[in-house]
Nanobody
Framework: QVKLVESGGGLVQAGGSLRLSCAASGRTFGSYGIAWFRQAPGEERERVAVLSWSGTTYYADFVKGRFTISRDNTKSTVYLQMNNLKLEDTAVYYC??????????WGQGTQVTVSS
């Protein structure tokens, strides 16, 4: 069973940057994909980015050109670099294990707040 722990959230001004981390344990890192989701108050959870086990990436249109997903196999960690943050990026961000398009294991989430 994979265990995921997010960190790196915080308060940032619009236009600023944050890097979220998703530390994984429990199974061979790199044998599964990792996705980032976010959920704002009163909104549905939405998928932000995916990094497959093979290295293929996916980005939601609303973050393309601003966010970058990557991984460090030596640290069993997946990152989400977020640049040029906007007010609407405010949300709780979650990472999840991706396997054949399913997301069965989730972290506890980390809050990102973008202020004007």
């Amino acid at each position: 069973q994979v265990k995921l722990v997010e960190s790196g959230g915080g308060l940032v001004q619009a236009g600023g940057s944050l890097r979220l981390s998703c530390a994984a344990s429990g199974r061979t890192f790199g044998s599964y994909g990792i996705a980032w989701f976010r959920q704002a108050p009163g909104e549905e959870r939405e998928r932000v980015a995916v990094l497959s086990w093979s290295g293929t990436t996916y980005y939601a249109d609303f973050v393309k050109g601003r966010f970058t997903i990557s991984r460090d196999n030596t640290k069993s960690t997946v990152y989400l670099q977020m640049n040029n943050l906007k007010l609407e990026d405010t949300a709780v961000y979650y990472c999840a294990e991706e396997s054949s398009g399913s997301y069965d294991v989730w972290g506890q989430g980390t809050q990102v707040t973008v202020s004007s």
